[in-house]
């Protein structure tokens, strides 16, 4: 079966740093995706690993273990814009479509 | 605006009544996706053509949905005798078909659906 865990809900201060952990559990794993949706708006599309390691975008920062089935998102130099929900996205082998959990609240406070 | 465009953005019907939605993806994009979201939830996949050949079809897509993309450009979702548990936002994706390559999904607004 497949499984997708990330923390409900994660609470940081302006200008801080936070990751955003994701495990998952899922068959011919591909990659994992990342994405961001604001309260109202449509998802878009982040960062991407297939590989291990560290991908990096601006402020945003993304890792993946497959050996671990583990992955992160870390946002840098937090802003207030940044408050919305987090969906790590792990995509099966020869399937395009992505497989999205309950996501990360996440709430940038002043 | 060339991104992803989806109408209706707000449809509210009867227990029972049929509804229709159409999507249009990105242009160039050959690929198209369906999901749903309800409040609290991530995007649940529906379904996803390549062209106008719908290839997979999730378990949740029950007999009263029904999918099609006629000519690979637009494709439009309906729904026969809603329930209200259909009551969800109705997301469309699409992408570029780039083999071997990873393919970003862009999302349209989404279609927010209210059974009454």
């Known amino acids: 079966g497949q499984s997708l865990e990330q923390p409900s809900e994660v609470t940081a201060v302006e200008g801080a740093i936070v990751q955003i952990n994701c495990t998952y559990q899922?068959?011919?794993?591909?990659?994992l995706s990342w994405y961001q949706q604001h309260d109202g708006g449509a998802p878009t599309f982040l960062s991407y690993?297939?590989?291990?390691g560290l991908e990096e975008t601006g402020r945003f920062s993304s890792f993946l273990s497959r050996s671990d089935s583990y992955g992160y998102l870390l946002l840098q130099e937090l802003q207030m814009k940044d408050s919305a929900s987090y969906f790590c996205?792990?995509?099966?082998?020869?399937?395009?479509?992505?497989?999205f959990g309950k996501g990360t609240k996440l709430s940038v406070i002043p | 605006d060339t991104g992803v465009s989806q109408d209706p953005r707000h449809k509210i019907t009867k227990r029972g009544q049929n509804v229709t939605f159409r999507c249009d993806p990105i242009?160039?994009?050959?690929?198209l996706y369906w999901y749903r979201q309800t409040l609290g939830q991530g995007p649940e996949f529906l379904t996803y053509?390549?062209?106008?050949?719908?290839?997979?079809k999730s378990r949740l897509l029950s007999d009263r949905f029904s999918a099609e993309r006629p000519k690979g450009s637009f494709s439009t979702l309906e729904i026969q005798r809603t329930e209200q548990g259909d009551s969800a936002m109705y997301l469309c994706?699409?992408?570029?078909?780039?083999?071997?390559?990873?393919?970003?999904?862009?999302f349209g607004p989404g279609t927010r659906l209210t059974v009454l």
């Open positions: 994706a699409s992408s570029l078909g780039v083999a071997g390559g990873y393919n970003e999904q862009f």
């Open positions: 899922t068959s011919g794993f591909y990659g």
């Open positions: 690993n297939a590989l291990d």
């Open positions: 996205a792990p995509g099966g082998a020869g399937s395009y479509q992505l497989t």
């Open positions: 242009s160039e994009h050959n690929r």
């Open positions: 053509f390549q062209n106008e050949a719908q290839l997979e």
